[in-house]
């Protein structure tokens, strides 16, 4: 990546630390007077967003950004997701008093690994790569490969590039804490949703536009926090079409959708600007896939339980949506699906539910994982989790998980936990007072259909006394 088409940005990298704000935490780029970010230090677990208006109060304590000395850098993953939450960062920015001219972006994925990508893995190859510009990183978790080297790429942009403002909807609790502790301002929010609508809530520029790409995003990334409100054809649109065209045929996505090519944003970031910079509606985007992408066709696969699995390796990028897709077409609630990284020559297994299954078999799945692969490499979401593979030949083992977690649902989840003994004593007493009541409801029964023949009899005795009389009158007058 060529930093000096960076718009705005300098190359100069050599200027000396700023030093230390009271306490020991460094300022946020040059404040100018000004005291440094108010979430600085904070720590992990900030999960409430501020509606706030720059310059001004918010409904909630919240984020002040002002970043008016520097151009500043939105970098973002590159799936949908990542790619949603850049989309609204750049329109809150623009929307609300920043020059299109002060912000660039930057999202590019590769499986070259001399390609800086916007990735985990990547990130720290991306940031060496920045002159002085203020960041914005967003859904770029923290490498769980390589943790040390990505947070302190991201303190030294910190300490002598520019502000930083990361943000994020995974865990890491220790490592957001050593940024916030360094100079980052580290954000985790609850959801994908959440982060998709981050920017937009703090710059108070929430509409039809943001609020339809962070439900697209949310649905790319199977967040189960909006599955209700999800209609399954739109599932089918997102999961399904936009991804592959996504992944697969970007290019032909751009010439449908009139974006020009501008590789030095990254071949994912020049899609981003000008959705952003056009305010191209998502059902747009959604239209021009549907013409260039045919449903994901599944590889073999079995069942055992509630769970689906295959041993075929899915298309490059697609093993997710296959997993996802298994679990739509058999009715699963959960699957086993094989993945290659060509990027990091690595082989690992998806082990995820159905996004609109139950909390309770997201944390059985959860807990079988943590316990069946503990030591190994493991990233995603409870309930839906990567596993690191020692090697190819570890692929035969998908069966055998399918069939331990199977086993596992079906212990915890559909058989009962507990079985209570009655005792003896209290059936008896229960059956005695059952049978009494019904006597006691048969007697009645009889008591009442007594009366109701004794007034039968009396009726038929006046109805012959009657016909008798009148036998006699008519006897009488003959």
């Not at 981003?272 to 590889?299: G, M």
């Not at 990027?343 to 316990?371: C, G, K, M």
């Not at 006691?440 to 012959?464: G, H, N, S, W």
Request: some cysteine; aromatic content about 8%; hydrophobic content about 35%.
């Amino acid at each position: 990546m060529d930093k000096s088409l960076y718009i705005g940005a300098t190359t100069d990298q050599t200027s000396a630390p700023r030093g230390k704000a009271k306490g020991g935490t460094a300022p946020l780029g040059d404040h100018g007077g000004r005291s440094p970010h108010p979430l600085a230090g904070r720590g992990e677990g900030q999960r409430q967003h501020n509606h706030r208006r720059p310059g001004g109060r918010g409904q909630e304590e919240g984020y002040e950004l002002s970043w008016e000395t520097r151009p500043i850098t939105v970098i973002h993953d590159t799936d949908i997701h990542g790619a949603t939450c850049g989309i609204n960062a750049i329109y809150a920015l623009v929307q609300s008093k920043y020059a299109p001219s002060q912000i660039t972006v930057y999202s590019h994925f590769s499986t070259t690994p001399s390609e800086p990508t916007t990735t985990p893995s990547g990130l720290v190859q991306v940031l060496q790569s920045l002159g002085r510009t203020d960041l914005i990183v967003l859904d770029i978790p923290v490498d769980i490969r390589n943790p040390r080297a990505y947070v302190e790429a991201l303190i030294t942009h910190a300490q002598y590039r520019g502000k930083v403002f990361w943000a994020d909807h995974h865990g890491h609790s220790e490592w957001v804490s050593a940024l916030n502790k360094c100079g980052v301002t580290a954000v985790v929010v609850g959801s994908s949703y959440d982060l998709s609508m981050l920017f937009p809530r703090m710059y108070d520029v929430v509409d039809s536009f943001v609020e339809g790409w962070s439900i697209i995003g949310a649905i790319a990334d199977f967040d189960p926090t909006i599955a209700p409100k999800v209609p399954t054809d739109l599932e089918e649109d997102v999961c399904d079409i936009l991804d592959q065209t996504w992944k697969v045929k970007r290019e032909q996505l751009m010439r449908l959708l009139g974006i020009s090519s501008a590789p030095h944003l990254g071949n994912i970031g020049q899609i981003t600007w000008d959705i952003a910079l056009r305010r191209i509606e998502p059902e747009k985007v959604i239209e021009a896939a549907k013409q260039l992408s045919q449903p994901l066709q599944l590889p073999q696969y079995g069942t055992i339980g509630d769970v689906v699995y295959t041993t075929q390796l899915p298309p490059p990028g697609l093993a997710w949506k296959t997993a996802w897709k298994l679990c739509l077409v058999t009715g699963c609630k959960a699957a086993v699906v094989p993945a290659f990284n060509p990027r990091l020559n690595q082989y690992t297994v998806i082990i995820a539910r159905y996004w609109r299954t139950s909390e309770e078999i997201a944390q059985v799945i959860e807990n079988y994982v943590q316990r069946r692969f503990a030591g190994r490499q493991i990233v995603g979401h409870p309930g839906a989790r990567s596993v690191a593979l020692f090697s190819q030949n570890e692929l035969q083992m998908i069966p055998e998980i399918a069939r331990e977690l199977a086993e596992e649902l079906e212990r915890q989840v559909y058989t009962p936990r507990t079985v209570r003994l009655i005792n003896e004593r209290v059936v008896a007493e229960a059956l005695h007072k059952d049978f009494t009541e019904l006597l006691r409801a048969i007697k009645e029964l009889l008591r009442q259909q007594t009366e109701m023949y004794r007034e039968y009899l009396d009726l038929k005795r006046r109805q012959v006394e009657l016909l008798e009389q009148l036998r006699q009158r008519e006897a009488r007058a003959d």
